[in-house]
């Protein structure tokens, strides 16, 4: 049957957007497998701390969760799989957590990224510049490394909060909020 040349064709999207293009790169796992991978070498190093499952928080019509958590020296560790290089994401979950975790308990966000070849610093750097200009520097304490990481991991919990702020101090210090001009 012949298509009718004044009927237009159907939007497919642009070329680019076709199943080819959205098949995962060889080099990016599955969110759900990077989850079980953090869950599997956690409780393989650290057994004694037990993983207290996905954290959601909620204000009315806003909801933010978490991956999973623990807890540790009387601390909520809330813990991100950051699957997809999502630095830009996580800036905005930070801010939520902040805004709508209500606890006396002090807590820790722990960033754990899976994209190969991608550094924390980046994620350190953005969560810094938003605690120290948006939350006047009491925004809810954080840090981040990559899942390859974890496997070399001691299981010392000290360790783990070690290697997850040891860029931290070089991400924050060089960085300025200038309010820009009106236009």
């Known amino acids: 049957m012949a298509r009718n040349p004044s009927k237009p ?15 995962k790169k060889p080099t990016q796992s599955k969110a759900g497998d990077n989850e079980k991978k953090f869950r599997r070498l956690f409780s393989a190093k650290a057994s004694k701390t037990p993983l207290l499952g996905k954290k959601r928080y909620k204000l009315h019509d806003v909801e933010i969760s978490v991956d999973d958590s623990f807890e540790y020296d009387g601390m909520d560790v809330l813990v991100e799989i950051d699957s997809g290089n999502m630095a830009k994401l996580l800036v905005g979950q930070y ?77 924050t210090t060089a960085l300025s909020c200038k309010p820009r001009k009106a236009v």
């Open 9 to 23: 064709k159907p939007f497919r999207g642009p070329p680019n957007m076709g199943p080819k293009s959205l098949a």
């Open 95 to 171: 801010m939520l957590l902040n805004c709508l975790r209500k606890s006396d308990k002090p807590a820790f966000f722990l960033i754990i990224h899976a994209y190969k070849k991608f550094s924390p610093l980046r994620t350190l750097k953005n969560l810094g510049f938003v605690n120290q200009h948006f939350l006047n520097g009491n925004g809810i304490e954080f840090g981040a490394l990559h899942l390859n990481t974890i496997e070399s991991w001691s299981g010392d919990l000290p360790d783990l909060f070690k290697l997850a702020n040891d860029s931290i101090n070089t991400s």
